[in-house]
């Protein structure tokens, strides 16, 4: 009888009554979900333990990463800069040409990228840093520095990151107005959700899904505004209308 009855995904236990369900359909235990012993995986969101993921890493800046998404996590130099390559290849295949200047890109941990910033839902994956040169109270030019990226993530979920720190570095290169950060935001979460949705693995389908549902009130708010408005059109229409006045348009685009 037991062998038709839905068990824990973590303990083992006969699940009665009400249980959790997370993203990829593993059942547990509503108690676990408060579980101290328990942390999720930074990666995949699933709950970090030997029956549903072998175990797990935790990093020194407090990351725990499942032994299901450890295997292809990104810590050297040499394969960020083949991963940069391929995503600025695929988004001037969009219509975002780049430079030709070579930006340094750092593996970094969460406290460099945070900068000391509180943040009331989960913190970015990447920074890019720039600087801005400024004359009599008038900006002059703004440079890219630097991109900054988590170290430790799998190699599909750090090309996204890339998709959305280069779309910073193209508002950056093209001179864009100074925009509000639910704006510039929104547009790098954009570029991120069309990267991902041109790849058909489970854990793209899952990124993009925390990118539809993320609360957060700039990147999520913004991410949302800022697809509604591309409506039938490209990116790249989006981008120029953005350049040209500033913010996002009333109405969807097309």
């Not at 935790?58 to 032994?67: A, I, L, S």
């Not at 799998?154 to 864009?176: G, Q, T």
Request: aromatic fraction near 12%.
């Amino acid at each position: 009888m037991d062998l038709y009855l839905p068990k824990c995904s973590i303990c083992n236990k006969i699940l009665v009554g009400t249980f959790a369900l997370d993203y990829w359909e593993n059942k547990f235990c509503i108690d676990h979900l408060d579980d101290k012993k328990y942390r999720k995986c930074y990666s995949c969101g699933r709950i970090i333990c030997d029956n549903l993921t072998q175990g797990g890493v935790r990093y020194y800046d407090n990351r725990t990463v499942c032994n299901l998404c450890r295997p292809t996590a990104v810590d050297d130099s040499a394969t960020i800069l083949k991963i940069t390559s391929r995503v600025r290849e695929r988004m001037k295949g969009w219509g975002l040409p780049f430079s030709n200047q070579d930006i340094p890109i750092k593996l970094a941990n969460e406290f460099e990228i945070t900068q000391g910033k509180i943040y009331t839902v989960k913190p970015p994956c990447g920074l890019t840093k720039s600087a801005t040169f400024v004359r009599d109270g008038r900006v002059i030019s703004k440079t890219v520095e630097e991109i900054m990226i988590l170290y430790g993530l799998p190699k599909e979920f750090v090309a996204s990151i890339m998709a959305h720190e280069l779309c910073h570095v193209f508002i950056i290169e093209k001179k864009f107005p100074e925009l509000e950060p639910f704006v510039e935001e929104g547009l790098c979460e954009l570029s991120e959700y069309l990267w991902l949705a041109e790849r058909d693995a489970p854990m793209a389908k899952y990124r993009q899904w925390t990118t539809e549902n993320n609360p957060d009130p700039i990147y999520g708010d913004g991410f949302r505004t800022a697809k509604k408005a591309m409506g039938k059109l490209s990116f790249v229409a989006l981008l120029k209308y953005v350049k040209n006045n500033g913010d996002f348009p009333l109405y969807p685009l097309g």
